[in-house]
């Protein structure tokens, strides 16, 4: 079995799978047992300053979207951070620090936005013996109209700023956590690395709501008839967080960064795709929530299983490695040309991709006697939704046209050199360039 | 002392009430919302979906499914009694291993198809549940249509007549409607008196008179309705069963299946309906299946299927010979009855061995004994009480088109009307295609 000890930011932990700073992380009782579990790492429940702590609602504060047979595919919060007392938190991860010094254990912070506030917090927080800390600016409700949260993660200069605050009062790792709601989150990551952060996580949680009761006119989740929008997190964020990974890992000037990635990491499958974009390590929270801290056995028995079949012997040995193969869309190759192609002995008839492909793609599909689809090339754009919609897994397969064959629909030979759109004459830039 | 599983004679009260209760309930239990939404989830929405064309209703499963995953089963049952009224009757009975379910593609994927009829029956029980009716008539056209036998097709051609603002009497023989859904289908396969309660429910509609008790050839003549109606609806149904042409057929004991079954469906207390110990069917379609598995249910000890052919050439489905082998019925293939023997009373009955060649199936000579107390003939019904004058084609009306007969101004559909399987809902789609037919006539 591969060995799946992560190095981060010089954080040991056994295993890539850290919980995120979320519910599971809330007291000492939650991650003794997440440790017992498997898990390598935890982030700790977002802290505020001392004081009275923060209320959360008393009525429901979640909300979920469902795929079949009540599948939770996306889960949408309206929690506020820790509800209980500082010094209580602060003395648990004391004691559970001790207790399990081969596990990364991460301080989440959110406190207010100047810098007597940290100055405050820090050093109580370096004195547990936590292996680091992340700033929570993130969280999309409750604490934004506070000034912290994500009204600070909006504000690239903000970021700097606190991390800043934080490297001079904290000698351990800093983790920024960004907020995804936000135009390009470049800016914040670079943001935050200006300000010497060691690292970035994200995302934390999408602004939504989820649904609105029909009966009660309100969204939900419903608190006495009304509701407000919340952070959404679960599966169906995955493709967002994991864009927003690859544009940081391949922008030039965060590109080779730490980054924790989190966002709908549910399955050892989430956990490596993200990885190979850039990212050292993972942070889990929603799959935790739906399954329970079981659920990182699989996550354990199949990066294990997956690295042996590649002959990886260490998750550095992946890391990053699609990173170089995301690019923008007019490096792609445009004499790169496939068609649909039904394999006939897997096909069950449903006729789904004809329905797509007449409706809504490009008429591709004929539809012959007998039930027999059959792609007419003369017309397919290889645009693959007919894969997309056919409810058999490998039975439509785009097939690559070598070079010297005829594309049958723009009647051209398809050609052996790359081209790309900057140098097409249909484009107007690439015209002017020529001139 | 009480009667048991092994007590020799045709005797009652073989198993006890509670027995009885089980094994008569319902076949497939009904789906909780839950479990519907898991099963509507399963199907690909289809497109020119193969299991509506395989649906002799034509029924868009695809959309009711759909509605039905969306949470709105009542817009799906619309959808189904848009097409079939009986939809809810369909939902029980329909072989869907042979009609839709065989169709599916699941079905081709997995072997597994979408479970269409138990979809269409929670999707029929919400609305019927409601004991709210989904359609209103149109205004009324001042036309008169008579229909003649009140089984599923009569009653699909008085609605869809209803609804289309034409005024309908159905004459029915016999002293309650429904036909052989009230008393031919297999207990277990509508519990709960729910061909009652269907017809009640569809009778809503409005505009429809039940004249039971009225046969025609005996209490009215095709001639008086011609006169009497502007157009003539025949579905009589097949009456008449065919005989075993067995020496000793005559021996007490010896019973057509379709009376012993109608009997049994009409029982208000099964513990009180006589069935015997060792019990031999002869014939090889649904109705012996019914037969025997019921026999057994009843408590009969032993219960043996004989059909003259071989296992492939069955007319009752492999899902129905496979619940007559989970029920304990032994199915024998290949012999055909020469004999029923006993002393006045039939004890045993002598088969004798067939092949077939070229087609033809001829005896063996070679004969064996079963022991037979009680011996129920399923070789088929035939056609009674067709009015004179009208064409007969291999035994039933002859119909063209949408079941016009040879006379002008009278149509015909159901078992009774050739052409189409013997099924619930080919008399359904054939009642409803005769009526659109009669209001095209009509308002021509
Ligand atoms: C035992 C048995 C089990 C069956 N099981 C199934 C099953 O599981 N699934 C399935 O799809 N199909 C099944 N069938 C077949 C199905 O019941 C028939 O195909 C269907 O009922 C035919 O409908 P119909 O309206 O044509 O005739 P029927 O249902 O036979 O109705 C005819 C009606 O006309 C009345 N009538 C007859 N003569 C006259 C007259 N002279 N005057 C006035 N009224 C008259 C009768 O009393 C009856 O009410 C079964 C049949 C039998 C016999
Ligand atoms: C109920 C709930 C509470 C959360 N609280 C916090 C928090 O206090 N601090 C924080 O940084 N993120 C918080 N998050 C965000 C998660 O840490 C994580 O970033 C997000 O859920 C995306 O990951 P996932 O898709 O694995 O759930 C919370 C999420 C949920 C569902
Ligand atoms: S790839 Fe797109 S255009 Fe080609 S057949 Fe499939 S759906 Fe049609
Ligand atoms: S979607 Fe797939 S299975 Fe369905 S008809 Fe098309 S190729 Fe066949
Ligand atoms: S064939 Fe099966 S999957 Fe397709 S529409 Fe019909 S029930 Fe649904």
Redesign the pocket.
């Known amino acids: 079995m591969a060995d799946l000890t992560t190095e981060f930011l010089g954080i040991k932990s056994p295993n890539p799978f850290w919980l995120a700073s979320a519910p599971p992380t809330d007291k000492e009782y939650n991650v003794r047992r997440a440790f017992e579990a498997g898990w390598g790492g935890v982030v700790w429940k977002t802290l505020g300053s001392e004081g009275p702590p923060v209320v959360n609602v008393n009525g429901p504060r979640y909300g979920a979207i469902y795929g079949a047979d009540r599948r939770l595919l996306g889960l949408n919060n309206i929690e506020l951070i820790t509800d209980r007392p500082l010094q209580t938190n602060l003395e648990e991860i004391t004691r559970v620090k001790k207790d399990y010094p081969d596990r990364a254990l991460i301080v989440s912070l959110m406190v207010p936005c100047d810098e007597e506030s940290w100055k405050a917090i820090l050093p109580l927080v370096e004195e547990t013996g936590a292996d680091g800390i992340e700033l929570n600016f993130g969280c999309p409700h409750g604490m934004a109209e506070r000034g912290m949260g994500s009204a600070v993660g909006q504000v690239p200069e903000y970021i700097t700023m606190v991390t800043e605050w934080c490297k001079k009062y904290y000698s351990k790792p800093v983790i920024v956590k960004l907020t995804p709601n936000i135009t390009d989150i470049r800016n914040p990551a670079r943001a935050a690395f200006q300000g010497n952060a060691d690292a970035v996580s994200l995302i934390n949680t999408i602004n939504s709501i989820t649904s609105v009761d029909l009966d009660l006119m309100a969204p939900q989740p419903t608190i006495d008839g009304k509701g407000t929008h919340g952070g959404y997190c679960g599966p169906a964020v995955k493709p967002i967080a994991l864009n927003m990974v690859a544009e940081i890992a391949r922008d030039p000037q965060t590109h080779g960064k730490p980054i924790s990635a989190i966002g709908g990491i549910t399955t050892w499958r989430d956990a490596a795709e993200f990885m190979v974009m850039g990212a050292g390590n993972v942070q889990v929270c929603t799959a935790a929530m739906t399954y329970g801290f079981k659920v990182v056995q699989e996550m354990i028995s199949g990066l294990s299983q997956w690295m042996d079949d590649k002959g990886y012997t260490s998750t550095s040995d992946f890391i990053g490695q699609a990173v170089p193969n995301v690019t923008d869309w007019q490096y792609l190759n445009l004499n790169y040309v496939t068609k649909a192609k039904i394999d006939q002995d897997a096909c069950i008839k449903c006729g789904r991709c004809y329905a797509a492909c007449e409706d809504t793609s490009h008429q591709a599909i004929w539809m012959k006697p007998g039930r027999v689809f059959e792609v007419n090339d003369a017309e397919c754009v290889a645009c693959n939704l007919c894969v997309d919609v056919c409810p058999v897994e490998s039975c439509i397969s785009m097939v690559e046209l070598q070079a010297g064959e005829m594309d049958e629909r723009t009647g051209k030979v398809v050609e052996a050199e790359y081209a790309n759109w900057t140098t097409h004459p249909n484009n107007p830039a690439a015209l002017k360039a020529a001139e | 002392m009480a009667n048991s599983q092994t007590t020799s004679g045709i005797v009652a009260g073989r198993l006890p009430a509670d027995r009885i209760a089980k094994n008569f309930g319902d076949l497939h239990p009904a789906y909780q919302p839950h479990e519907a939404a898991v099963a509507a989830d399963r199907c690909y929405f289809c497109h020119d979906a193969p299991c509506m064309t395989a649906c002799p209703t034509s029924i868009d499963i695809p959309l009711f499914i759909r509605q039905i995953a969306t949470g709105t089963p009542e817009a799906a049952a619309k959808t189904i009694f848009e097409q079939n009224i009986l939809g809810g009757m369909?939902a029980r009975?329909?072989?869907t291993e042979t009609l839709c379910e065989e169709a599916c593609v699941r079905e081709t994927a997995e072997g597994k198809p979408v479970e269409i009829g138990r979809l269409q029956r929670y999707a029929t029980d919400t609305l019927m549940a409601r004991n709210a009716h989904p359609f209103t008539r149109a205004a009324s056209t001042g036309k008169k249509v008579a229909v003649?036998?009140?089984?599923?097709?009569?009653?699909a051609c008085a609605h869809r007549l209803a609804m289309l603002g034409h005024d309908v009497v159905i004459?029915?023989?016999?002293p309650k409607?429904?036909?052989?859904?009230?008393?031919?289908?297999?207990a277990y396969?509508a519990p709960n008196h729910f061909a009652e309660r269907e017809v009640a429910w569809l009778m809503q509609i409005g505009g429809i008179t039940m004249e039971e008790g009225?046969?025609?050839?005996?209490d009215?003549t095709l001639a008086g309705l011609k006169a009497d109606y502007d157009a003539v609806f025949l579905?009589?149904?097949?009456?008449g069963v065919n005989a075993l042409r067995a020496e000793g057929e005559d021996k007490d004991g010896v019973r057509d299946?379709?009376d012993f079954?109608a009997d049994l469906r009409q029982s208000g207390d099964l513990t009180g309906l006589p069935v015997g110990r060792d019990v031999v069917v002869i014939g090889g379609g649904?109705?012996a299946v019914?037969?025997a598995v019921q026999s057994k249910l009843l408590g009969a000890e032993n219960v043996t299927i004989a059909y003259r052919r071989g296992q492939e050439s069955m007319s009752a489905s492999r899902y129905e010979q496979d619940l007559a082998a989970q029920n304990g019925v032994r199915l024998m293939f290949n012999l055909r009855p020469v004999a029923v023997h006993g002393n006045g009373s039939a004890a045993e009955i002598e088969l004798e061995y067939t092949t077939t060649e070229g087609g033809k199936l001829t005896g063996t000579g070679e004969t064996i004994r079963l022991k037979a107390d009680q011996v129920f003939k399923?070789i088929g019904?035939t056609l009674?009480?067709a009015p004179e004058g009208i064409a007969i084609e291999g035994g039933k009306i002859a119909v063209t088109g949408a079941g016009r007969t040879s006379v002008a101004g009278v149509w015909a559909?159901?078992?009774?009307?050739s052409g189409g399987?013997?099924?619930?809902?080919?008399?359904v789609a054939?009642?409803r295609d005769a009526a659109l037919d009669i209001h095209a006539t009509l308002t021509a």
């Open positions: 369909c009975v329909c072989p003649v036998g009140a089984g599923p097709s009569g009653l004459f029915e023989a016999r409607a429904g036909g052989l859904n009230e008393f031919g289908i297999a396969k009225k046969a025609l050839g005996r009215i579905s009589i149904g097949l009456g299946a379709v079954i649904m109705t019914d037969a399923a019904q009674t009480d559909g159901g078992d009774c009307a399987e013997d099924l619930t809902v080919t008399a054939e009642g």
